[in-house]
């Protein structure tokens, strides 16, 4: 019985919440406010134990209840196994009234309210009162509201409620009857619930009460992203911002203007979370922050961010300069820019043929280049990089290692008279060579842009000739040994325009020092022939002129420039030391006039300069006037202008256009005729409704403005917005002109740029074929007289008698040919065609009649006649 009774009393608590583990279940019991907890095994030897642990417990809390709690449970006694069913039954009772208690809460309250914030309150369960002040009872407990705990649930809307499950999670447990829940999410549904506890026992939660948080500014948008950048452009991205209940309408962008000051906005961007903004600035740095709007209000703006566009690719740097040379090296070096950030350097050995390559690169200025052949040329050449982009290559220069040399000669001195245009020097050999023969001199001179070769050779003289009068020269001597070296210069002539010199060739000595030579002054020479700097205009012709060659010795002081007019008379328009001017006075559209240009110098004046023949340009056309209006009939109105001035050009075509709405606005006219005629007819018109015209006039200077308020045809209207399209039914040889206009729902955009094309012209007439030679096995064929100067592919072939097919058996630029290895009496099909190139298009041409021959005699047959005549054979 008493086994039986256990098992009862499990399968009773199974009623109550009880909870689990993996090796059995627990049962709480409470006797008033003494609470214990059994745990029933699975296993026959712990459930035994916990058997006899329980009926101790019992016994102890009969023998000695507390003071001041409630009455004592009544006992029966009939026997032992009584009292023990009538003390559980009464303790379980006890159980149901505490639940019962604890469950009579009211549902909890919200007092406050606002978007992340929530203030719920409650009162006591209402049991609780009642229970305190009943005295008729035993079975009531007095539970004193200081032990017991409520405890908070909450549950949001989310996926779970979109299926009808609730989850809720605790968030407050404690005595308190009030709770302020933070970090609520706005515009979100909430339900919470209120659970209280005393001690291990706990009531039902009460009924879910719903509330709503209201609606708020969106959060602080994080700081935007870089998606792309470009010299004028930046692609900035953000992420998805909570909307907080609201809507989000639109993402605020702002920027400094890459200035650095206060912010503004740029764009108001709305369902997209990235933005490209266009003209900015190269290499400048802006600043952005962004903001999210609602409906409620904007939200605060995110941490500034800076972005930098890229640099404009770097100009075209100047070439490398030499710095220093040696017999194995070359120290070169450039010119550092503010744009630049690194340099490649490329050098390309002559004597290797393999080209440029790459020997440096960084951000120095400066390379030297060793482990380099003595005496021999290297070109270099240098680019810059940046942020931007990579820079055209500089132009290439030339420099030249250096070998071992001999001493220098002595310093030269002149010999003789000196003159206008030469003197003669003479220098001493140098008073030691180290054993190497001296195989010549070389005699350098300098007037003023650079050490040129004047003279290379064996002699230890030399004239200077072709010099510039009253020019002062330095001239020095150098001496040559021989070696492998040895670089083959012949004695030369001063020219004036001779090899320079990087460094000094190998085996050539240190120069000697320089003597200084003036020739003697003449007057100036003659200026080069003036030329027009820009396009002659109407009313002005800019012109300049090169200096002489030589200034005769002496400065020059003036230039004079000479106009001559369509009359023939002549003007002196300038006189100054500038070289060049701009004439604006005296000159009419459309006239020829002619420049020349002399130098004075303290001497006497030069002789005149080539003259240049200048037409002054043309200017627009003045506006048409006399423009009449006849109405023809309701339809139709007969427009008519007269020719305006055409100012020094013809005028080649006039533009009639036409508005139906506001003369003052000059959107609206549209083009309705565009050519050469002076009239035109306006037809398919609107009756009693007015029109406004409007006509200019086009020469090939430019266009005239309108002259009052008076577009080419419109061949093709395209639904689709297509990219291309073909024109067929043109003329071939027939040029035309083609404009562009885009359509959409708001207005026509402007057209393009006029193009002008030309359409091919046909391809030549097929050839006539004919026989002219008919064998028992070869059959001769003839399509043309005389000789194929053009060099014109022609074809022939012949129809294959079994399969049907067309076989070529000439191809070449003769006007005959034999077919041989033919059957005898036998007839065949030929056909011939050429060859043409029509706009770089090889086309065959072939010709539309057949022939039919038969071998045996020299038989033409027509194939449309279908007249076949067999020859016997021989």
């Known amino acids: ?182 970090d609520l999410k706005p515009g979100q549904e909430y339900s919470v619930s209120l659970q209280v506890h005393l001690d291990e026992l706990q009531g039902y939660a009460t009924d879910p009460v719903k509330f709503l948080t209201p609606s708020c500014e969106p959060d602080q948008p994080q700081a935007p992203k870089l998606g792309a950048k470009t010299k004028n452009s930046l692609q900035l991205r953000w992420s998805q911002v909570p909307d907080n209940g609201s809507r989000i309408q639109y993402y605020v962008l702002e920027y400094d203007a890459g200035k650095g000051g206060e912010f503004e906005e740029v764009h108001r961007i709305r369902s997209r979370t990235q933005y490209n903004l266009q003209k900015l600035q190269p290499a400048t740095t802006y600043r952005f922050r962004l903001a999210a709007v609602n409906e409620v209000g904007r939200s605060a703006y995110s941490e500034p961010v800076s972005f930098r566009t890229t640099d404009m690719p770097p100009p075209q740097p100047a070439p490398p300069t030499l710095l220093a040379a040696s017999v194995s090296s070359l120290h070169v070096q450039w010119q550092r820019r503010v744009e630049d950030e690194e340099y490649t350097l490329q050098m390309n050995d002559l004597r290797t043929k393999y080209g440029h390559l790459s020997v440096y690169n960084g951000r120095d200025t400066s390379y030297v280049c060793q482990r380099l052949a003595s005496f021999s040329d290297y070109v270099f050449r240098l680019r810059a990089t940046n942020e931007g982009g990579i820079s055209s290559w500089s132009e290439e220069v030339t420099f030249r290692t250096k070998p071992d040399r001999p001493e220098r000669p002595s310093k030269p001195v002149v010999k003789g008279r000196i003159h206008a245009y030469s003197f003669r020097l003479k220098w001493e050999p140098p008073n030691r060579v180290d054993g190497a023969e001296i195989t010549r001199y070389i005699l350098e001179v300098n007037s003023g842009s650079g050490y040129e070769v004047a003279y290379a050779g064996p002699d230890t003289e030399a004239i200077c000739d072709r010099l510039t009068p009253g020019t002062t020269y330095q001239l020095r001597v150098s001496c040559a040994s021989a070696g492998k070296h040895q670089n083959a210069l012949h004695s030369l002539p001063f020219s004036g325009s001779s090899l320079f010199w990087n460094g000094f060739p190998g085996g050539q000595s240190v120069p000697s020092d320089p003597c200084t030579v003036t020739s003697e002054a003449i007057g100036p020479g003659v200026c080069g022939a003036p030329t027009l700097m820009e396009r002659a205009g109407p009313n002005s012709v800019t012109v300049s002129w090169a200096e002489p060659d030589y200034n005769g010795g002496a400065p020059v002081l003036d230039y004079e420039l000479e106009m001559t007019n369509p009359d023939s008379s002549r003007v002196i328009v300038h006189k100054s030391k500038d070289t060049q001017c701009t004439v604006d006075r005296g000159i009419l559209p459309g006239q020829e006039y002619a420049f020349c240009v002399r130098a004075v110098n303290r001497i006497c004046a030069g002789p005149w300069s080539e003259c240049l023949k200048v037409v002054s340009g043309a200017a627009p056309p003045a506006a048409p006037n006399g423009i009449s209006l006849i109405c023809r009939s309701a339809f139709h109105i007969f427009l008519e202008w007269r020719e305006p001035q055409n100012n020094g050009a013809l005028v080649t075509e006039y533009q009639l256009e036409v508005n139906t709405e506001n003369p003052e606005d000059v959107s609206q006219f549209s083009s309705l005729y565009q050519g050469p005629q002076t009239s035109f007819d306006a037809k398919n018109l609107l009756p009693f409704h007015t029109y406004f015209f409007r006509v200019r006039a086009f020469n090939s200077a430019a266009i005239t403005s309108y002259n009052i308020d008076v577009n080419g045809e419109q061949l093709i209207n395209l639904e689709a917005p297509l990219e291309r399209y073909r024109i067929d039914n043109l003329h071939p040889e027939t040029h035309y002109k083609i404009r562009i206009q885009a359509v959409n729902t708001v207005a026509n955009g402007q057209f393009s740029p006029v193009w002008k094309t030309t359409t091919s012209r046909l391809p030549p007439a097929a050839p006539t074929l004919e026989t002219i030679g008919v064998g028992h096995n070869y059959l001769k064929l003839k399509w043309g007289e005389g000789k194929n100067l053009d060099f014109t592919q022609f074809f022939v072939e012949m129809e294959n008698t079994r399969s049907r097919e067309w076989q070529c058996v000439y191809r070449g630029t003769a006007l005959s040919c034999k077919v041989n290895k033919l059957h005898e009496s036998t007839i065949y099909k030929f056909r011939n065609g050429q060859e043409v190139m029509i706009e770089n298009l090889a086309i065959e041409i072939l010709e539309d009649d057949e022939i039919v021959a038969v071998t045996g005699e020299n038989h033409y047959f027509d194939y449309e006649d279908e007249a076949f005549h067999k020859i016997p054979s021989k």
């Open 1 to 182: 019985m008493f086994d039986l009774f256990w098992i009862l009393l499990y399968h009773f608590y199974l009623g109550s919440p009880p909870f689990h583990s993996p090796t059995g279940f627990h049962c709480k019991i409470c006797f008033g406010k003494f609470c214990m907890v059994i745990t029933f095994h699975w296993q026959d030897e712990r459930t035994q134990r916990q058997h006899t642990k329980l009926k101790k417990k019992l016994q102890e809390k009969q023998k000695g209840p507390d003071p001041g709690s409630r009455p004592a449970l009544k006992r029966g006694r009939s026997s032992e196994e009584g009292d023990e069913r009538e003390s559980v039954a009464e303790e379980e009772e006890s159980v149901q009234v505490v639940t019962d208690l604890l469950s009579s809460v009211q549902a909890p309250q919200v007092a406050e309210l606002s978007s992340r914030n929530a203030l719920l309150q409650w009162a006591p369960p209402l049991r609780l009162s009642e229970s305190a002040s009943n005295d008729s009872g035993t079975n009531e407990i007095d539970i004193p509201e200081s032990e017991l705990w409520y405890e908070v649930l909450l549950s949001d809307r989310g996926r779970d409620a979109s299926r009808g499950e609730m989850k809720f999670k605790s968030i407050y447990k404690g005595p308190s009857h009030s709770c302020r829940i933070k």
